[in-house]
């Protein structure tokens, strides 16, 4: 059964980068037909997509953060990791992991994890 | 960016009623999907592709629509059905959230 489990610092300081990983189990991140990446959700708030990677290098970005985010993988570890830079308070929230099948909607989510931005 | 507009915001129901939640795209979409989220939770996967119900998930849930205008409907709510809903499109990048409906 596949399983996505978030880790990282719950703080981040203003301006500083914020590092997370995901680690899965259960399959490979390197199958086809598939896209891992992020979504988050500030405290009370909506769900707002981060970013959709494929394992062979094709990814996609939200229009707002593009310029400050990006996700790698790790095959020999079946990870993959998102930094964002230069964070504010509003990039407080818990962030999902997860993974997406080619035309269908988000099936697998990891439990998340609330990263705070304060100093 | 597509943007997806959901209402009501909240919608006060009780159990056994019907309940309709909409979700508008600001432009011709082919690729939504309805997500279900309790408090603390990851949100699940109720209906991929507009229609498609996920495995294991209640048929009291449907979704339609076409377009710029779908909707979600469950046919008779019950107690573990109050939740916030969302919809999403993933018809084109950067995919797009609604802003949630609580069932309350």
């Known amino acids: 059964q596949l399983q996505l489990q978030e880790s990282g610092p719950g703080l981040v300081k203003p301006w500083e980068t914020l590092s997370l990983t995901c680690t899965v189990s259960g399959a490979s991140i390197s199958i086809g037909g598939y896209t891992w990446g992020w979504i988050r959700q500030p405290p009370g708030k909506g769900l707002e997509w981060i970013d959709s990677c494929y394992y062979n290098g094709n990814a996609y970005y939200n229009s707002a953060l593009k310029s400050r985010v990006s996700t790698s993988f790790d095959t020999s570890t079946n990870q993959l990791s998102l930094k964002l830079t230069s964070v504010t308070a509003a990039d407080t929230a818990v962030y999902y992991c997860?993974?997406?099948?080619?035309?269908?909607?988000?099936?697998?989510w990891g439990q998340g994890i609330l990263v705070t931005v304060s100093s | 960016d597509v943007q997806m507009t959901q209402s009501p915001s909240i919608l006060s129901a009780s159990v056994e009623d019907r309940v309709t939640i909409t979700c508008r795209a600001s432009?011709?979409?082919?690729?939504l999907a309805w997500y279900q989220q309790k408090p603390g939770k990851a949100p699940k996967l109720l209906i991929s592709?507009?229609?498609s119900l996920e495995s294991g998930v209640s048929s009291r849930f449907s979704g339609s629509g076409s377009g710029t205008e779908f909707t979600l409907t469950i046919s008779s709510l019950q107690p573990d059905d109050f939740a916030t809903y969302y919809c999403?499109?993933?018809?084109?990048?950067?995919?797009?959230f609604g802003g949630g409906t609580k069932v309350e």
């Open positions: 997860a993974r997406r099948k080619d035309y269908s909607g988000i099936e697998h």
């Open positions: 999403k499109q993933y018809h084109t990048y950067p995919l797009t």
């Open positions: 432009q011709s979409i082919n690729w």
């Open positions: 592709k507009v229609s």
